[in-house]
């Protein structure tokens, strides 16, 4: 199992990540208090002021009634009687209620009755007051403004301290150390959740270990049959005349035993997640000119043209028995799903192709031609032998494509580097 290497990137910062979510919900919430906070306190404030003034002019109207004068000033009061009106007070309504006016540098709170007979409007210049509530409301804004920087110096901290069981949870996993899997023992969100991980990461084990052991005896079993058919086949060539015709199909009876017996060997490395055998310095092209002189035979039977393009001297430090077993999926390949010809195989220092001689593959199995049990219209096969090719080649470092060819061939290609250009046959 590979280890995992989690780091914390910008994304934790926004909503795109669990931390993120969580300290955006929570200085939202601060902020959504605050502002209901800021309004409930203004009206209230209102409130106040409303019952303030009404009671202030009616006390003040106390004081001055009854009037003397058409016009009466007594400290921050003044009583018009209507015929001393100005004209910037008559659009009030005479209700006996209190509004304000902001007249010239004076913020005056006006009421308009009748009393006794009379219609009266008395103000009172109430800025001092005016000036009160602005300090209040300042006082308010500042406490909101605080809270919320408050809140989002505090949702830093609490979101850390809440996702840390997760991150080492993560962190956990990504090591391997499922046997110690912290807060598995806890019974809340975390803790279930490394449950889940931890039974599903037994159930996987098991299986592995049923795939590997199946693999082993498979290949055991295989591997018996095989050494007594190449010990069977030696016998022969040992007692049969050298001038004999029969030579021939032993020789191809050994080749046939041997490629069955490597292929044996090369699913059971991939099985075990192995990479395939040990190295050795291969020449790729003197394997593809071995491996195309056995299916060269086939070709020609089948009434193909076979052509074969080495353009460089390609020499990979990789397991012979996996690259044959590529190669032999290919080729096999191309001898199953030609109809023409011809059939073309080509190597440059970059990778080897091999081209089919036939209709290319259609549209829709194209994005999944390397899957498992991918099979066309006509299938010939399992679908199996391209999915072994790309996974024999991953594991090597090598990449696997497809595309089809300018005349409409299926060109399959195996590239040793990134800058690999299929040819344009």
């Known amino acids: 199992m590979k280890n995992l290497r989690f780091t914390q990137t910008n994304s934790d910062k926004t909503w795109s990540s669990l931390r993120g979510r969580i300290g955006f919900s929570y200085q939202l919430l601060t902020w959504m208090l605050s502002l209901f906070f800021i309004v409930l306190s203004y009206q209230t404030l209102e409130y106040v002021e409303d019952d ?31 015929a001393n009106l100005p004209d910037y007070l008559q659009p009030f309504p005479q209700d006996g209620k209190v509004y304000e006016l902001d007249y010239l540098d004076q913020e005056l709170a006006v009421m308009r009755g009748e009393r006794d007979g009379l219609a009266y409007t008395l103000t009172w210049n109430h800025h001092s007051f005016e000036v009160i509530e602005r300090a209040v409301l300042a006082l308010f804004l500042a406490t909101a403004l605080m809270g919320g920087l408050l809140a989002w110096f505090f ?42 991980i931890l039974q599903r990461d037994q159930e996987l084990v098991a299986f592995l270990q049923r795939e590997t ?18 010990g069977a086949a030696e016998v022969l060539q040992a007692q049969i005349p050298a001038d004999s015709p029969q030579h021939i ?40 000119q071995q491996e195309s002189r056995r299916y060269q035979t086939i070709y020609q039977a089948k009434g193909f043209e076979f052509h074969l393009a080495i353009e460089a001297d390609v020499i990979q430090a990789v397991p012979l028995v996996v690259v044959k077993v ?10 199953d799903y030609s109809t023409t010809g011809p059939i073309q195989v080509g190597l440059n220092a970059q990778g080897f192709w091999v081209q089919n001689g036939g209709k290319g593959v259609a549209t829709a199995l194209q994005s999944k031609l390397f899957e498992r049990y991918a099979r066309g219209q006509n299938p010939l096969g399992h679908g199996i032998g391209l999915s072994l090719v790309k996974r024999l080649a991953e594991q090597m470092g090598w990449q696997v494509g497809y595309q089809n060819s300018i005349h409409s061939r299926a060109l399959f290609w195996v590239a040793f580097h990134k800058d690999f250009q299929p040819p344009a046959a």
Do not use: C
């Open 155 to 196: 949702s830093r901290y609490l979101v850390q301290i809440s996702v840390l069981p997760l991150n080492r949870l993560t962190q956990a996993v990504a090591k391997g150390e499922m046997h110690a899997l912290p807060a598995a023992q806890n019974q809340d969100e975390i803790g279930y959740l490394a449950q889940a």
């Open 249 to 288: 199909h032993l020789k191809r009876i050994q080749e046939t035993a041997q490629e069955a017996a490597d292929l044996v060997a090369a699913l059971l490395s991939l099985a075990r997640q192995a990479h395939g055998g040990e190295d050795e310095p291969v020449d790729i092209g003197q394997l593809l």
């Open 213 to 230: 052991h199946f693999a082993q005896d498979a290949s055991h079993e295989l591997r018996t049959p095989l050494a007594i058919i190449l």
């Open 52 to 82: 303030f003034l009404q009671a202030k002019l009616e006390a003040g109207l106390e004081t001055m009634w009854p009037p003397n004068e058409t016009y009466q000033k007594h400290g921050e009061y003044q009583l018009y009687l209507a």
């Open 326 to 335: 590529i190669l032999g999926n290919l080729l096999r390949n191309a001898f």
